[in-house]
């Protein structure tokens, strides 16, 4: 910036009469460096050249005629003082330019961990409470114009109103879109289905290429990972958001949504080589910051009367 001050002061004296011999052959030189054959990505518009080219000698005329004394100045002076007034635009516009592409931005990720229900506050006061596994992703410049995130698991979140700044959570190739509402989006990226339900407001789902429904309160949106294929319907919202409490909540649960659960919750594998223990449906309620893992499994081997064995990570039920 003192390079491009310096270069201001040196046209005013010029325009002035005010340099010395050896100043003048700096602007002359200067004047024969400037290359007025190339494109300037800046002039690629004709509409946009001719009036910057306009305003430019506008002011240089102004400036002329202004001249101290009323001293007679050469064209080639003349044009000269319009080859520096060009410079010293392109210059600072590319400055400006250039600290604005330079703008640095930090990515913010949080991760609830197994075993881990983890509420946040969003720089808008936007409040989400991640579930267990679950990973949320936004950059320093969230609200900014909008209010974006990225999310791999499970959240609910409490969208503070703002019709300026709409929010939107990407899961995928889906959107989630809202501006100001209470809703739920599990986007797990081990399970065949995204799903989304809204507590009270609206939503908007989007896909790459278009906008798919509106939700409002109660309703249910799942969409198939495989063919694109969606429903909707009706949730139960004690049974939906019976995590955000805490509490793992199972009702006629398959042996797969049994294994997924314990997996994003507590970080274990479930497997079993047992048809008859795979097409059985399990019920659970246990306040998972109270409840291990090998508390969950005795209680559900006693009551489906299986045993287990657990090695590590992996549990074993036969």
Known sequence: MTKLRNRFKLLRDYLSGKTNEDRRRLVDDWYHSVDDTRPIGLWEEEGK??????????????????????????????????????????????????????????????????????????????????????????????????????????????????????????????????????????????????????????????????????????????????????????????QALAWQQGILLLESATFSELAFELKEIYGVALVTSKPGIRGQHYDAKFFIHKTSVNDLIATLAEVHGIRYSIQGKTITLY
């Open 49 to 238: 050249k001719s009036a910057v080219k306009g305003e430019i000698q506008l002011q240089v005329w102004e400036k002329i005629n202004n001249t101290a004394g009323g001293k007679v100045i050469s064209l080639r002076l003349r044009l000269a003082a319009a080859a520096c007034i060009a410079v010293l635009l392109l210059t600072a516009s590319w400055l400006f330019l250039g600290n604005r592409h330079r703008e640095s931005i930090t990515h913010f990720t949080i991760t609830a961990s197994p075993g881990e229900i983890k509420q946040i506050l969003l720089p808008d006061s936007t409040r989400v409470w991640l579930k267990s596994g679950t990973t949320l992703q936004y950059s320093s410049r969230y609200g900014k114009r909008a209010r974006r995130l990225e999310l791999a698991g499970e959240a609910f979140f409490e969208v503070r109103k703002d019709g300026s700044r709409p929010f939107i959570v990407k899961t995928g190739s889906l959107e989630t879109k809202v501006l100001g509402t209470a809703f739920n989006i599990q986007a797990y990226s081990g399970r065949p289905s995204i799903q989304v339900w809204v507590q009270h407001g609206r939503v908007q789902v989007s896909d790459s290429m278009q906008v798919l429904t509106e939700l409002s309160k109660g309703k249910r949106f799942e969409w198939g990972r495989a063919d694109g294929h969606f429903h909707i319907d009706s949730l139960d919202w004690k």
